[in-house]
């Protein structure tokens, strides 16, 4: 397991972690296909050394959680379990926008309910936007009731996920915000900006869909590096993801013990500066 690390809250983590979502049934809801294979992977993942799991009750709904559960408490020492709330699933699988008062206090105990825990280490505040990008709408009232329940004992620390600059500046005049989770990844590098002024201030980028999420990256280029460098197209993107910026933690998902395994050798794959370069089309 790589040696890369990154605080996250008052925690240093390793830069390759894990992401819970695959762990789920189809589009993210019901259960997994495989419910011992879905355990093997937690556990497999904290085997190799990720301390670092990302999931959420809306996974599912319930599943990831219960599974983290299921496969790890009592939870090792060194493991930082991050959640996020915001969002809910309707009957049919639809997402839905869940970030009245209420729905928020009922979301980070149901977290701590299904997780068997008494605190959240990190509690994000999904935004809505326009699902998987930011508007500029304000996020203060929903960001003000967690800093409440943050106050409260019940989170150690916030994060926002979705969102603009102008909106986590909108947090951090709220509350001390150590991630963001957004969208990012090779193709897709709308918060470059917002990447540089995160890591002048030791706040944690967490993008999402590193690998390119329901529909993966592709590209000749990526495919060509992979090639000149004996390894996987995704491994050459997440190599590029932790060669980007130093604040850059990965969550890359799975629900395979040898994709698992792939995904964590990215950070083996060491990548010239000339072929950063040829990756980023310049």
């Known amino acids: 397991m790589s040696t890369l690390r990154f605080t996250l809250g008052h925690r240093s983590v390793n830069r390759l972690g894990y992401g819970a979502m695959q762990l789920a ?3 993210v809801f019901g259960p997994p296909k495989d419910h011992a294979g879905a355990l093997a992977v937690l556990r497999a993942a904290i085997e190799a050394g990720v301390d670092h799991i ?3 009750d809306f996974y599912g709904p319930y599943v990831t ?3 983290i559960r299921e496969a790890l408490a009592p939870y090792p020492q060194d493991v930082v379990i991050v959640t996020k709330v915001g969002a809910r699933r309707g009957d049919d699988g639809a997402w839905l926008r869940a970030d009245s008062r209420q729905e928020l206090i009922d979301a980070v105990h149901s977290n701590l309910r299904h997780l068997g825990l008494d605190v ?5 505040m999904r935004a ?3 699902l998987h990008a930011p508007d500029q709408a304000s996020i203060e009232a929903p960001f003000t009731v967690l800093a ?3 106050q409260q004992g019940l989170i150690r620390h916030l994060g926002v996920s979705n969102v603009s600059a102008t909106q986590v500046a909108q947090a951090r005049a709220i509350a001390p915000v150590v991630c963001v989770q957004n969208h990012y990844n090779l193709v897709h590098r709308d918060d470059d900006a917002l990447i540089d002024a995160l890591a002048a201030d030791g706040i944690a980028y967490v993008p999402f869909f590193p690998l390119g999420g329901f529909t993966p990256l592709q590209s000749s280029t990526l495919d060509e590096v992979a090639r000149q460098l004996g390894a996987t197209p995704m491994q050459v993107a997440l190599a590029w993801l932790l060669q980007r910026s130093a604040n850059i933690l990965l969550i890359p998902g799975t629900s395979s013990v040898g994709h698992l ?3 964590l050798a990215a950070a083996e ?3 010239s500066a000339q072929v950063v370069r040829v990756l980023e089309g310049e």
């Not at 959240?120 to 994000?124: A, G, M, P, R, S």
């Open 65 to 67: 959680n219960r599974l």
């Open 25 to 27: 049934g189809p589009q």
């Open 261 to 263: 395994r792939e995904n």
């Open 269 to 271: 794959v060491g990548l």
């Open 54 to 56: 990302d999931t959420s």
């Open 148 to 150: 409440e329940l943050q």
């Open 128 to 130: 809505w936007g326009t």
């Open 120 to 124: 959240l280490e990190v509690v994000n």
